[in-house]
């Protein structure tokens, strides 16, 4: 038996004599394996014999049976949190101060859903019922935990009113399966109701729901499993998909077959083969986290997948006793990490189509940090609000990244996912942070932004990521053309490098990028980024190099450029900040809630400053419908006729009224700098 099986059952083992004792269960037997164990308690002994718990279910019964085991008769509640979870979170409500503060935000936004209509059937923006589905999640999670911890019948009452919404043919006749994320969604919102509340509905109010988890659920994910799904109807790519879809799919329908599994056979032999499946699908995307934890679509799509996650696996976990070996993929113990690095000022590094917000508030960084014991994961939910943080709280877990002697910076290998961020400390009120990104341009909800990087300084972000634009625009995710006119997936719209501009894509949407060199010192930390292959057409030799001292919190850039003929090149850096630029051209100084930084050109440089508006160049296409960057400019350098060049720029701070800046120094060429 190897380490891995050994500690599974192990974990198992424990589970299942805690609930053969409360169901003063004598022994078990299961999948011709067996273990002999012993406990006892003050009042009673029971001698078990425990599964040999596989990987992967065996068959559509194994899943079904382990059920039988773990969550015997019936049991209720078994997703993500059991009787005695509902039972210790009242008690830490009572006696530990972040529980309790998040008890009365979860109190007040529970009072105010209790005030408003329930939910219509309605695509707001003609395409996904997405926002609907996560309403009803978000509904349901709160006034069932409500419920659970308060017993108050108003929470009961109005978590069924939502509940009974959507499982009303005449309402709600299915969940959207042409856009499965929204039946995946919704199916874990009426999953959570089905169990959590499970003692105080009805027979009928259970049938209710559990017909619907069936019908417009489980049953559409079957086809889709089988491969008899019409893809006209029902969206199929995501059973092989390795992203957020695959995930987020596997996860909540998984969620809902546990859910009603051991209610009839029809609900056995239907779930059996969803769990079997779902276990078998999820590997996909699971795949993308390794080694290192690292996510290739960025941190909004992290936190959007990785919860998925986390909801099946301990859903798994409370259910039935193991994850199948789920949660030792590779890089999964490691991606609660992803949050704590790619976030600066308060704000993510915000690649592809990600926003800004702080994943490293999501509440399932509360489960990572429990089930791998890594405690410094949750060092940024305590500023979150979200209920589910409640029921994977446990006070020993949290711990800051600094106590944790987490180091500072971070480079992420994977080809696809690849970047580097930087900072001078964890204090993000006042640290100095830079992140760049390499990696691969075709990722899903990826820019042509090799060699983009934002930076980050006493708590302000200076050079910015745009995001997403509007998932509607025609063409929008069109990877081998459409996606590329709009300015916010091109390169002219990250902090980068755009070489003899045009009209088609300006850099190689196929481009695989990486970094060359990364050091990570005590003083310092130094990263060299290759870009050739994604200016392959006009150059034959990008690089692109960072160094951040940590002691002065200061930055040097350094763009070294080979064309292959004399050509034009542009220099890219987004911002909200006001920004002078000096006569000379040669210093730009931006200014942003009272703070100031500077940054400098070599005065023999041939480059120049200037500002222009973050909009598409005269030479770029500018669809109708895209955004309007308002509130944004950006700082440019524009060089033409060149065919060698590099440029350098340096980056300071510029504290209080102390207006002097350092000297420049000496510009070294990358060639010079120290690598590893």
Known sequence: MSEKDYNTRTNVQKRLTRLLLLTLTTSLAFMGASCQQSAATATQSTAEVAPQVKEQPSDTRTAIENLKITSPDKLHPRLMATSKDFERIKQLIGTDPQAKAWYKTLQTAA????????????????????????????????????????????????????????????????????HFLDTAEMTMAAAVGYDWLYSDLSEDQRNTLRTAIMENGLKPALSVYRGKADAKKIATFWKTTTNNWNSVVNGGIGVGALAIADESPETEALSGEILQQAVQSIKSSLKMYAPDGGMPEGPGYWDYATVYIAYFLSSLDSAIGTDYGLSQMPGLSETGYFPLYVEGAGQAFNLGDGGTGTISKAPQLLWYADKFHKPELTYGVKNGS???????????????????????????????????????????????????????????????????????????????????????????????????????????????????????????????????????????????????????????????????????????????????????????????????????????????????????????????????????????????????????????????????????????????????????????????????
């Open 111 to 178: 009072g105010k859903t209790l005030k408003e209509p329930v939910v219509k059937y309605e695509l707001p923006d003609g395409v996904r019922l997405l926002p609907i589905s996560r309403k009803v999640l978000e509904r349901t999670i709160q006034l069932s935990l409500m419920y659970k911890l308060t017993g108050e019948k108003a929470y009961l009452d109005r978590a069924w009113g939502e509940l009974s919404t959507v499982s009303d043919p005449a309402l709600f006749p299915d969940w959207h399966p042409i």
């Open 386 to 676: 979200n209920p589910m943080n409640l029921i994977w709280y446990k006070p020993a877990t949290v711990k800051s990244p600094t106590e944790a002697g987490a180091p500072l910076d971070k480079r992420y290998v994977d080809p696809e996912t690849e970047f580097v961020t930087m900072r001078s400390s964890w204090n993000a009120n006042d640290a100095m942070f830079v992140g760049l990104h390499t990696g691969d341009n075709e990722a899903n909800h990826g820019d042509l932004d090799a060699g983009d990087m934002v930076l980050d300084a006493m708590g302000v972000r200076w050079a910015m990521e745009l995001g997403s634009d509007d998932y509607n625009l025609p063409g929008y995710f069109d990877m081998n053309k459409g996606r590329w006119n709009y300015y916010r997936k091109r390169a002219e719209g990250q902090n980068t490098l755009v070489l003899n501009p045009g009209s088609g894509p300006d850099q190689s949407p196929k481009a695989k990028t990486s970094i060359e060199s990364f050091i990570s010192e005590p003083n310092r930390a130094i990263t060299i980024a290759n870009l050739t292959n994604a200016y392959a057409k006009d150059a034959t030799s990008v690089k692109r190099g960072i160094e951040l001292q940590r002691a002065t919190q200061s930055v040097l850039l350094r763009d070294e450029i080979q064309l292959k003929s004399p050509g034009g090149i542009w220099w890219f850096w987004h911002t909200q900040a006001q920004v002078e630029v000096s006569s000379d051209g040669k210093t730009a100084i931006l200014s942003r809630s009272g703070k100031k930084l500077a940054l400098r050109l070599p005065p023999d440089d041939e480059a120049q400053f200037k500002l222009m508006n973050a909009e598409s160049l005269p030479t770029s296409p500018n669809p109708p419908k895209q955004a309007v960057n308002k509130g944004i400019q950006k700082l440019a350098i524009h060089l033409e006729g060149v065919e060698q060049t590099a440029i350098t720029v340096q980056i300071d701070l510029m504290r209080g009224s102390e207006e002097q800046l350092p000297p420049l120094e000496a510009a070294k060429p990358l060639s010079d700098w120290p690598k590893r």
